[in-house]
């Protein structure tokens, strides 16, 4: 198992930017398929990116395409999560996770958390 912390979430407003790093302890870490969800209140856990051992591939919800970036550094066992031209929907609660699946897209293949890390995006 991987141990996950996130930081970098904060108050922003709409077409702001804002970094989300998680850092991870574990040797296992560059074996696995890193990957961001998030929560919103009243609503479920839903997938946002996830990125491959490599880094070479990865993936992303439709509705975060073309905004969000998805990268990590294995010698930092850290993953990043680039977000850009935040909207309202955007606010959640954003958590990192690791999954021995590759590629893996789905939240029942990830089996560890971090504790998350708020998002709130402002008018």
């Known amino acids: 198992q991987v141990q996950l912390v996130e930081s970098g979430g904060g108050m922003v407003q709409t077409g702001d930017s804002l970094r989300l790093s998680c850092a991870a302890s574990?040797?296992?870490?560059?074996?696995?398929?890193m990957g961001w969800f998030r929560q919103a209140p009243g609503k479920e856990r839903e997938f946002v990116a996830a990125?491959?051992?490599?880094?070479?591939?990865?993936y992303y919800a439709d509705s975060v395409h073309g905004r969000f970036t998805i990268s990590r550094d294995n010698a930092k066992n850290t993953v990043y999560l680039q977000m850009n031209s935040l909207k309202l929907e955007d606010t959640a609660v954003y958590y990192c996770?690791?999954?021995?699946?590759?590629?893996?897209?789905?939240?029942?293949?990830?089996?560890?958390w971090g504790q998350g890390t708020q998002v709130t995006v402002s008018s």
């Open positions: 996770a690791a999954s021995s699946q590759y590629g893996s897209m789905w939240y029942g293949d990830f089996g560890s």
């Open positions: 574990g040797r296992a870490f560059r074996s696995y398929t």
């Open positions: 990125i491959i051992w490599s880094g070479g591939s990865t």
